[in-house]
């Protein structure tokens, strides 16, 4: 409901109530005792897992990842815009690594998104980073480590433009990207 009203000779117009701002980080801690995957993501109540936050992050917010293994696969089903994109990204003097057999990120159709210093190690069956239908990625992971028995090529890319991956190694069986 707007309302306006007349002060001092000048029109001034009131909307409805306010609405909360989103906050512009997101927090993962999967060893904070109060992290809750149904929660806010707020430091106070961080997520448990980078997957329950790539399900609610929007374009300009950052979801800030703390230590450990994060035995997940996680799929990003979110855009960015230009200018604003998402990103996922390492707390500062973390190490966190999604970690197993199927471990990685997958985008497939999404555009405007940053990941750094998030690694992932001992992938087998899929690739570490698979991207599809693409554009805006911008990838800098520090290191992705298949497993000495991966049948998976560690990077997958098909329809990506415009998109950058930079700074990191890769070892291990499927070392090649496809």
Known sequence: MTAIALTSGALVGFSGPAQAAEPAILYVR??????????????EQPFCTIGAAAAVVTAGQTVDVGPNLYRERVTIARSGVP?????????????????GPTAGFVIDGQHD???QGIR?????????????NASGITIDVGHIGMATNAT???VRLAGVTASTLTGFGVSGQGASPA
């Open 152 to 154: 998976a090529p560690a």
């Open 113 to 115: 998104i940053t990941i």
């Open 30 to 43: 999967q060893m904070d005792p109060n992290c809750l995957d149904s929660g806010t993501g707020a430091l």
């Open 83 to 99: 200018g604003q994109p998402i990103t996922f990204r390492a707390a500062a003097g973390s190490g966190p690594v999604l970690h």
């Open 120 to 132: 992932v190690l001992y992938s087998e069956n899929v690739p570490a980073i698979d991207l599809h």
